[in-house]
């Protein structure tokens, strides 16, 4: 009978469903053909509401067609957490007491983790906070390729080759896209440098732009299925990439086949025409004074504002381009905040806090433990993970251990709704173990804390000198049986942030001189830098352990207390590489390159790509240079053995296998890499290019057959002749190994 009645109640559900889909017009009914609603709503929109969607009527929010009921469109910054609300027409802090997110690892963290899953996992959990709260696009996630180790916004990206950027940046955003949020992917293209940010006009060769700067914005476009993607402040070969003929009309919309949504970065938008027929389909941000213009609404005169609508109305444009354009947002928003499946979202979560502390401690890169010998001990041992048992007395240096990073670095700045610092994170880990945790400031860095009203309420101002505090680390060194050191950079400007590069490689605030004086009171030191960026590390030599830690939010210290204590054995690899000093880079000591050169006639300054595709470790292999640390490279606290590497064909393309092994003693994981020589070809290919990769987890003693397919495309270069990808017969060469420097077996296969 219960059995009945529950099904009565359903059948009637899902026909009173039915009866009331039927009645709603075609664009409201989720049940028709998404175009068939799009072509519906459009159908019924005056000139005058078509204008009004493609451009902002606040600082982050464009007008829906209030008449129709189809909703506003709501935008937040990305890419690591969801940004706390400003006013409708400030930037200063709406003052909202909801807004607190769960503040995620920065994006190259999350690059370093060579994890996939975790890259989906990320998103799905970054567009849940999204969706919870009402946003329908998520300014994220940012894949600029790192070109430049002083670029102040490489935190917010995912390293420096295409291949990987391409492969995190797809899941995250497929993970962002199921919660019924649309990831907006930037900054397309060539957004390589913050110095100069409006105005750097990139002339880049054809084949650099298709094979190193573009792969990961297509990855985005076909695999990732990105609803959105925003043009980039910067001019590409002379035209502003916000409506740039080549990058929107050519490439995006044309070759890739893009049915989503451009929208202007904040302020990116400077002409109406190229607008209308450059294929921006949204504007945002543009350099009005707001409200003080005495203007009654300044967003009417966006340059897709009123402008636009005047040209139309003057016969001087047709409504073509504007249709498309409102085809673009109205599917955005159908696929959005109009989609009746879409999930709930939530904040906060158990399960966010626990991805972010998942992916901060997978991300940290072990780069160096060498063997040190402690007091009384007989045998030297690495210092990591912390052998607690031996250990009485830990001293921590460095402003990095207790300065809150969530706020600062510009539009990526977040209101946490808690940040557990890397000191208070190891002395809760610690905490009735016996080991006692010391701390010492060591240097002072930036004392600031706020970032457009949100502030962390920290006072870090202290007033010593840098020799007075020197000697009290160094004396506090003397008495601890180890020493940690946290510092690096802090987001501030020129530290890595937004609208400002560093202007130095080498640690700012004089941390070399307190790295040097601790190690020679103590040798037992690990040093752990925490940054977005590589940087100089004179003092390699001395410090036996030194620790990649980077931007990790709200989950910072405890996932830096989970690998020093080895309660996680890091498995991070450097998505960048480390250059000894900026001599190494491939755009040092020409100015052309970076930060280019002014043009007499214009307020611009052309920056040539003339390195070519010699980026990173393209540049390094080509230079046969020794970096610091490579691309690719990250140590563990077991062993791996890789043997048995071999390649088939498989419907004439090639599979690699291997058989990986740990030979330690605790569960670890290795990252199985694959770089790609075309050694006979007709145009010069770097010596490696990473094609393919596995992450896999191994208890002691377990192998594993690891299985790496090429397709055609791995094989190619892009060939400027027929404007297509070419795979030319010949032979290969394909390296197989834990990092571009570090290749355990190299394979030789013709095509
Ligand atoms: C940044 C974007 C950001 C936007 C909105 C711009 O200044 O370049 O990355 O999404 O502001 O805050």
């Known amino acids: 009978m219960k059995q009945a009645i529950t099904l009565a109640i359903g059948g009637l559900l899902v026909a009173g469903g039915l009866n009331a889909q039927s009645k709603l017009p075609v664009y409201q009914n989720p049940a028709q053909p998404l175009e068939e609603r799009v072509e519906d709503a459009l159908s019924r929109m005056t000139l005058h509401e078509k204008i009004g969607v493609i451009h902002a009527q606040s600082k982050f929010s464009s007008p829906g067609v209030a008449r129709l009921g189809i909703p506003e469109v709501w935008c937040t910054d990305g890419p690591h957490g969801i940004r706390p609300d400003v006013l409708w027409d400030e930037w200063e802090q709406a003052g909202c007491t909801n807004d607190s997110c769960t503040a995620f690892p920065a994006l190259s963290a999350l690059a370093s983790t060579w994890n996939i899953e975790l890259a989906h996992q990320y998103g799905v959990s970054i567009g849940e906070e999204a969706r919870y709260r009402n946003k329908s696009v998520l300014l994220g996630p940012g894949c600029n390729i790192l070109r430049n180790p002083l670029n102040g916004r490489s935190f917010e990206y995912l390293g420096e080759d295409p291949y990987l950027s391409g492969q995190m940046v797809t899941q995250y955003i497929l993970g962002v896209q ?178 972010a502390r998942q992916v901060g401690a997978e991300s940290i890169v072990l780069l160096q433990n060498k063997a040190v010998r402690g007091k009384g001990q007989k045998k030297a041992a690495p210092l990591l993970p912390l052998n607690l048992a031996s250990t009485k007395r830990i001293l921590v240096v460095g402003e990095n251990a207790i300065k809150m990073m969530t706020v600062g670095g510009g539009s990526s700045s977040l209101k946490a709704r808690h940040e557990v610092l890397p000191l208070d994170g190891l002395k809760t880990r610690l905490a009735g173990t016996g080991v006692e ?182 540049h390094i292999d080509r230079q046969k240079l020794t970096p610091a640390f490579p691309f690719g490279h990250g140590l563990s606290y077991t062993t791996f053995k890789l043997a048995d590497a071999k390649v088939v064909t498989e419907n004439g393309l090639p599979v690699v296998t291997c058989t990986l092994t740990n030979t330690g003693k605790i569960a670890g994981a290795q990252v199985v890499q694959l770089y790609v020589n075309d050694v006979e070809a007709s145009v010069d290919r770097p010596v490696k290019e990473l094609k393919a990769f596995a992450k896999v987890m191994l208890q002691p003693g377990e192998s594993r057959e690891v299985k790496l397919s090429l397709n055609e495309r791995a094989l190619s270069f892009f060939d400027v002749e027929s404007m297509q990808w070419k795979a030319e017969p010949g032979k290969f060469l394909f390296h197989v190994g834990f990092s571009s420097a570090d290749i355990k077996a190299t394979l030789p296969w013709t095509l």
Not at 606 to 616: A, F, H, P
């Open 178 to 355: 199921e919660q019924g949020v649309a990831a907006c992917v930037k900054h397309y293209a060539l957004n390589n440098n913050e110095v100069n940010r409006y105005t750097s006009n990139a002339i880049c060769d054809e084949r650099t732009l298709r094979e190193i700067y573009l792969p990961a914005f297509e990855a985005a476009v076909k695999e990732g299925k990105a609803m959105s993607i925003m043009g980039g402040y910067n001019l590409f070969r002379g035209q502003h990439a916000c409506h740039n003929d080549y990058l929107m009309n050519k490439i995006l919309k044309g070759e890739w086949g893009f049915d989503g949504t451009v929208i202007s970065d904040w302020g990116g938008t400077q002409s109406t025409v190229e607008a209308i027929h450059n294929s921006l389909d949204m504007e945002f941000g543009t350099w009005t004074d707001g409200l003080t213009m005495n203007k009654t609404n300044a967003y009417d005169n966006y340059f897709m504002a009123k402008p636009y609508e005047e040209l139309i109305l003057a016969g001087k444009e047709s409504t073509e381009q504007l249709d498309d354009k409102v085809r673009r947002v109205l599917r955005m928003i159908f696929r959005t905040s109009m989609n009746p499946n879409r999930p709930w979202g939530s904040m906060g979560s158990e399960a966010h806090i626990a991805l």
């Open 437 to 618: 945790v010391a701390y010492a400031r060591g240097y002072v860095g930036d004392v600031g804390g706020e970032y457009n009203g949100v502030s962390t309420g920290q006072s870090l101002k202290d007033d010593r000198s840098p020799a007075e505090l020197i000697a009290e680390a160094v004396r506090e060194a003397k008495l601890a049986d180890l020493v940690i050191f946290i510092g690096g950079l802090n987001k501030a400007d020129h530290q890595d942030a937004e609208g400002t590069d560093r202007q130095q490689y080498g640690l700012p605030y004089g941390q070399d001189d307190v790295i040097e004086a601790l190690v020679a009171a103590n040798p037992r030191l690990v040093v752990v830098n925490i940054s977005g960026n590589p940087v100089q590390m004179p003092w390699l030599k001395k410090v036996p352990c030194v620790l990649q830690d980077w931007y990790l939010g709200s989950e910072a210290g405890n996932s830096l207390a989970d690998v020093l204590t080895g309660d996680v054995n890091p498995s991070g690899r450097l998505a960048m590489t480390y250059y000894a000093d900026l001599t190494q880079s491939p755009l040092y000591g020409d100015e052309s390159r970076y930060p280019g050169l002014k043009r007499s006639d214009k307020n611009e300054w052309d920056i040539t790509y003339s390195e070519g595709l010699y980026v990173g470790y393209r």
